[in-house]
């Protein structure tokens, strides 16, 4: 059996720590690690003169930039020098994931420096169930967040003046989780944090094939969050076309998300025009990577969609994984 590999990144205050803890005792994981401690370690084998990036902290290490004075705005400066300190410990972290794999050994990786498409996990997928994901909050929650653990931290007294960057981020890191289909989830409410993230874990899928117009959208997504299922992609399938126009969608899972959609279509005339056309071409008939929990939730969402008669034909329904 393949060992879980799970990362979780976020800016700082954010809560990470205390996901990535009640997540090892819900999966029996029993190593679980820090990415300021392997960044302690590459300090002592990388000095100051060579990289004062990393002897920095990821909030403040565009402080140490020499091409400062070229950066066009006070976010890319900030993430640039996030980059810079993180380019350091990424490295090591690969190292720490290849020791776990080499050893059949679960871990739970959490830190500020696990960065989308900054970290290699590709080189992993055939020997390990990796997972990564990203948090994040609303400003205000973060701010309260932030100031707690800086008070709570007998170091964290001078970060109280950093919210700000650490802000931009939050930010960059969730630009960076979208560009490189990382799920980014609200950690507004810790049990539902662990709940959606157990969800990707452990969940089922298969691809569906349906047919409706987009009138009927609202009661497929009534139909799918009502088992905790989520759409992962939407595939038009067009006559004459090879291939057919798939979408990736993140997030689905959060209410807010596919809310906001419908509420755009119905106060957008032209996104609504567009979308109605592209139904059209497509005859209606286009097919969704559903998930759900288990498998039993999994048939009640297809079930339920055939009772209501979007279902297209039962027999092009395809196993996932």
């Known amino acids: 059996m393949k060992p879980y590999v799970i990362l979780i990144g976020s800016a700082s205050g954010i809560g990470k720590s205390t996901i990535a803890y009640e997540l090892s005792k819900k999966l029996n994981i029993k190593y679980l690690l820090e990415t300021d401690f392997i960044r302690e370690v590459v300090r002592g084998v990388i000095g100051a003169d060579y990289a004062p990036a990393l002897h920095k902290s990821s909030y403040n290490a565009y402080t140490t930039l020499k091409t400062a004075n070229i950066i066009d705005s006070e976010n890319k400066l900030i993430e640039v020098g996030f980059e810079e300190h993180a380019s350091f410990v990424f490295p090591a972290i690969e190292k720490v994931i290849k020791r776990s794999i080499k050893d059949k050994n679960s871990l739970i990786i959490e830190g500020v420096h ?40 007998k170091r964290g007294g001078t970060q109280l003046d950093y919210f700000k960057e650490n802000r931009i ?42 047919k409706h117009s987009i009138d009927d959208l609202e009661l497929e997504r009534e139909i799918v969050l009502k088992y905790d299922g989520r759409i992962n992609d939407i595939s038009y399938h067009i006559p004459n076309f090879e291939e057919p126009l798939k979408r990736t969608i993140l997030n689905y899972d959060d209410p807010n998300y596919s809310k906001n959609f419908l509420e755009k279509i119905n106060n957008d005339s032209k996104f609504k025009d567009s979308l109605e056309e592209l139904y059209d071409l497509s005859n209606n008939i286009h097919s969704h990577n559903i998930s759900a929990p288990d498998e039993t939730s999994l048939n009640k969402i297809i079930m339920e969609l055939k009772d209501n008669g979007l279902l297209y ?3 092009l329904i395809k196993k996932g994984r």
Do not use: C, W
């Open 114 to 153: 696990l960065v989308p498409g900054l970290i290699n996990l590709k080189q992993f997928v055939n020997d390990a169930n990796i997972y990564f994901f990203i948090l994040t909050v609303d400003k205000d929650v973060h701010q309260q967040r932030f100031i707690k653990r800086a008070m709570e931290l």
């Open 169 to 210: 981020i939050n930010d960059y890191l969730i630009n960076q989780a979208k560009y490189n289909n990382v799920p980014v989830i609200n950690n507004e409410d810790k049990d539902l944090t662990i709940k959606k993230i157990l969800h990707y874990i452990t969940e089922v899928s298969k691809e569906v094939f349906l």
């Open 313 to 315: 034909d039962e027999n």
